[in-house]
Every structure is written in C-alpha cells, then in structure tokens.
C-alpha cells in the first residue's frame, strides 16, 4: 500500500505557472506508475498526466499538452506536475494517484489504485 500526499496548489494568475508536488510513502515508490487528474467545479474528474515508474513515458490530456508537464525523482519518493501557462480552465483540484503496474499509464479514473487528498488549484483571469 502506497500513501499520497500533494502540495503546491494555490492562487495563480493566468499566464503563471505553478509546481504541484506528491510525496508517497510505504511501498516502494519504483513500484507504481502515476497520474495525476483533476476535479473542476460541476465537472468530472479527468486525467491530465501520467509516467511510467522509469519516468521514460510521460502522457497528457490534449487539454494540457505543451504546458504542462509531469516528471519523477523516484529517490525522493516524489512526482511532480510542472504547470505554465496557466488559464482559468485549469483550476480544479488536482489529485496525484498510484497504480501497481508500473509500465502502464492508464487514463481513467478506474486503472489507479491509491489516491491522493488533493490540491486546489485556482487560476484567476
């Protein structure tokens, strides 16, 4: 079993960037890959990134592609989501999440096994 925690989250103005952490705890950190999704208001909650244990496959959602991007320091026990450009969009609360297979990324909700609180993410315009 894995435990998630995410920080970083916050106020940002559009155009800024921000840098959403999760730390992990319990088994072995190489052991899972990680995703990290997120919840607007109203909406449901849908991926935005995900990376192999290795961190030698990333994914994104088409919404996020070129902005944002996710990395690993599998040392630290830790997986990152570097935000820019940030548009009102994207605020949401944003979850990190863990899957015990670690050489597959899935894109639903339903491939991850552990999850995280969550952070909240608040992009003004």
């Known amino acids: 079993q894995v435990q998630l925690a995410e920080s970083g989250g916050g106020l940002v103005q559009a155009g800024g960037s921000r840098r959403l952490s999760c730390a992990a705890s319990?088994?072995?950190?190489?052991?899972?890959?990680m995703g990290w999704f997120r919840q607007a208001p109203g909406k449901e909650r849908e991926f935005v990134a995900g990376?192999?244990?290795?961190?030698?496959?990333?994914y994104y959602a088409d919404s996020v592609k070129g902005r944002f991007t996710i990395s690993r320091d599998n040392a630290k026990n830790t997986v990152y989501l570097q935000m820019n450009s940030l548009k009102p969009e994207d605020t949401a609360v944003y979850y990190c999440?863990?899957?015990?297979?670690?050489?597959?990324?899935?894109?639903?909700?339903?491939?991850?096994?552990?999850w995280g609180q969550g952070t909240q993410v608040t992009v003004s315009s």
């Open positions: 999440a863990a899957r015990l297979l670690p050489t597959l990324v899935p894109t639903t909700i339903s491939g991850y096994n552990y």
């Open positions: 319990g088994r072995t950190f190489s052991d899972y890959a």
């Open positions: 990376i192999t244990w290795s961190g030698t496959s990333t």
